[in-house]
């Protein structure tokens, strides 16, 4: 590492990154994987050198929400896969915010991938492996005890101040955010954003040629992988 900052024990490990306790109880290092996992990790393999590449983009995106008034858990860069962050206890909800029609949504519908809904729809995900992530209502999520109807609503409310700070971004530097994932957890009872924001976490198209710039390549076989999170990095990060 680079950085005085000493690594400890590891306390969480997940599909796409690794977090280790550090001296101080709450501040963890969040360590970024170069595996890839599709479909409930029924299908895996490697995109090499994704975990930097996420690492990266991820932080550019995260000062980005912070200069916009949106709390992140980041608090600074320490090497090329680590960044330290503020440690948070999970909400078990994934909110999803779709500008276009794609995915899960299109199977779901039978809609066509591309339709433009007539705004940003919000979807939330209950977090459970075991369940393959379902989707859920906010009763839904209540009823759970995965979080209070307050809570809920905020976590809505910073999902779309989010969506509205990357549409313009992504549009400035050619890329349509067609859809995202984000997680929300509790520091000292405020709720920061957290996790990461990448091509694992987002589906992001060229404007001009509609190509797919995220993990669909990886999801559908349809290869350049790795040239897709390259260029998305170097449209983010301008390099």
């Not at 997940?14 to 970024?32: N, R």
């Not at 209950?126 to 859920?136: F, V």
């Not at 905020?154 to 969506?163: G, H, K, P």
Request: proline content about 4%; glycine content about 8%.
């Amino acid at each position: 590492m680079t950085d005085t900052i000493q690594r400890g024990r590891q306390i969480y490990e997940g599909k796409a990154k690794i977090l280790y306790e550090t001296d101080d109880p709450d501040l963890v290092i969040q360590y970024f994987k170069d595996e890839a996992t599709a479909f409930n990790a029924l299908k895996r393999g490697v995109i090499e050198g994704k975990g930097v590449l996420n690492n990266r983009i991820s932080e550019r995106l995260f000062l980005l929400l912070e200069g916009e008034g949106i709390p992140t858990h980041f608090i600074r860069h320490l090497s090329d896969r680590e960044m330290l962050v503020k440690r948070l206890k999970i909400f078990p909800v994934e909110v999803i915010v779709r500008n276009l029609v794609a995915g899960s949504l299109a199977k779901r519908l039978g809609l066509e991938e591309g339709r433009t809904p007539p705004y940003p729809l919000v979807e939330f995900n209950y977090k459970n492996d075991a369940l393959g992530d379902p989707l859920i209502t906010e009763d839904h999520a209540v009823l759970l005890g995965a979080a209070t109807p307050d809570q809920l609503q905020r976590m809505r409310a910073y999902a779309l101040r989010v969506n509205d700070v990357l549409l313009k971004f992504f549009d400035e530097r050619g890329l349509l955010l067609v859809d995202f994932k984000l997680e929300f957890g509790l520091h000292k009872g405020e709720i920061l954003l957290g996790d990461e924001i990448c091509p694992d976490t987002c589906r992001l198209w060229d404007k001009q040629t509609m190509e797919k710039l995220d993990k669909d390549r990886f999801r559908r076989d349809l290869g350049k992988v790795e040239e897709a999170y390259q260029e998305v990095c170097r449209r983010v990060c301008g390099e």
